[in-house]
């Protein structure tokens, strides 16, 4: 049975399924997945010559479509000048122009940039940055305050901040330490309840985190700016460092560059990864305010943020970083990502009629129809066949396009998702 899976006609010859383990999958159950040979602008090239519309952009890291010459030609550069360069001692011109770039466009002085390789350890960053800036004033405080629906990351400290029901690693619950996991404060009521709750727990609380506007792997969940207003009040009435995991939210996906310009407030650290380099190289940087670098300046050693990835930085993904946001500054992308949400309102609306629809809702360059429940691998299959890659998850499909997809091949998304759930 397995080898059958392993060596199924049609596939290329390096394709089996004897040696790779592929994430989030049964591999008991396993499909041979679908073979790609290259990518260009919105389209994937399969082995077999057949393209797809990319509805998903590579896990939402592909902004400016696939292969941007400007990209490739600012990434080949520098792969001929210095591929790597250790970040200890060492220094190189792409990640401190890249480090200034970022503080320039970020709001509310989040102006100091460390570099990671992966979301979740961007992430990792922000939370030990926050447990040390206690340390560093001589509190010890180890929890952190995460909200329902949400996703961090898959790495151990990550997972802890996942939601921990409903979320992929709800297996891991007792495993992980436990931290406080609540309701988004969107009702009165419940702005209430967390004050109260902020208020008994704060000795113990380093900081509140969440992904802001969008609650992405969670469920393609949304909330209005006004949750974020009040998580602000709350953490500035309680002394506390809010987290804004930006990571999904980041680079035009909500329509501003990114998702906390709609709010008028800002984060004491931020988390960036996936668009920071147009989805070419990985990269990661976790940003913080003034306020929090100054609790790590002492003439003690000790109080240095100990972290120190051995590809922090590095040259080729801050080389595509840099040229990805030449783009955001020479191409309307914002410009793209409103039209692509008036777009996906027009277009998804029709599928509010169909059978077995819950919701479907639009913000920014992400649309989602939510269903009762979802056979995810025959829905890809349905998808497939209509040369689009949408790739469900849990009870949602959903589009997240690269930002310079055209109308007709968003259009075909579109007429994609209605179809497939007309039958469904
Ligand atoms: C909001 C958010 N945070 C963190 C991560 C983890 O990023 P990575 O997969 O690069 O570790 C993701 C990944 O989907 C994410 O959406």
Not at 136 to 144: D, S
Not at 220 to 236: P, T, W
Not at 276 to 289: E, I, Q, Y
Not at 382 to 401: A, H, I, Q, S
């Amino acid at each position: 049975m397995r080898a059958a899976r392993s060596k199924m006609k049609n596939h290329p010859d390096w394709l089996s399924l004897e040696h790779v383990w592929l994430p989030y999958t049964q591999m008991k159950a396993a499909e041979l997945p679908v073979p790609v040979v290259s990518a260009s602008g919105v389209r994937l090239k399969l082995a077999d010559g057949r393209e797809l519309i990319d509805g998903i952009a590579s896990w939402w890291t592909a902004c400016h479509g696939y292969a941007h010459s400007h990209i490739l030609s600012k990434v080949r550069e520098q792969l001929e000048k210095m591929p790597h360069v250790m970040f200890g001692g060492l220094a190189h011109e792409p990640a401190y122009t890249l480090a200034a770039r970022l503080s320039k466009m970020l709001p509310g002085g989040l102006e100091h940039v460390f570099f990671s390789e992966s979301g979740s350890v961007a992430v990792e960053v922000a939370l030990k940055m926050a447990v040390q800036f206690w340390l560093n004033r001589g509190e010890r405080r180890t929890k952190f305050v995460c909200f329902q629906n949400g996703y961090h990351g898959d790495t151990f400290a990550t997972m802890a901040i996942c939601d921990p029901e409903e979320g992929m690693h709800k297996s891991f619950r007792g495993v992980v330490p436990e931290q406080f996991v609540k309701e988004l404060p969107d009702t009165q009521a419940k702005a209430r309840d967390l004050d109260q709750f902020l208020a008994e727990n704060r000795s113990e609380i380093a900081a509140v985190i969440i992904e802001p506007l969008i609650q992405a792997a969670g469920g393609m969940k949304f909330h209005d700016a006004e949750v974020l207003v009040e998580l602000r009040a709350l953490c500035d009435r309680h002394g506390l460092l809010l987290i804004f995991d930006e990571i999904f939210t980041g680079f035009g996906r909500t329509g501003t560059m990114f998702a906390c310009e709609q709010t008028g407030v800002a984060p004491d650290i931020i988390c960036l990864s996936k668009a920071l380099t147009g989805g070419t190289v990985p990269l990661a940087a976790t940003v913080a305010a003034k306020r929090v670098f100054d609790a790590f300046l002492s003439d003690d050693a000790d109080a240095a943020l100990m972290h120190g990835p051995t590809y922090m930085a590095y040259p080729l993904g801050c080389a595509a970083a840099n040229a990805s946001l030449d783009l955001f500054e020479s191409e309307p992308r914002l410009d793209q990502a409103a039209a692509i949400e008036t777009q996906l309102t027009k277009e998804l609306a029709p599928c509010r009629e169909l059978r077995g629809v819950v919701d479907v809702r639009v913000k920014g360059a992400a649309g989602v129809v939510q269903m009762d429940r979802v056979d995810v691998v025959r829905m890809c299959k349905l998808f497939l066949e209509r040369g689009c890659w949408v790739k469900p998850f849990r009870d949602v499909v959903y589009l997240t396009p690269p930002l310079v997809i055209e109308p007709d091949d968003l259009s075909r998304l579109t007429r994609a998702i209605y179809e497939v759930l007309r039958a469904n």
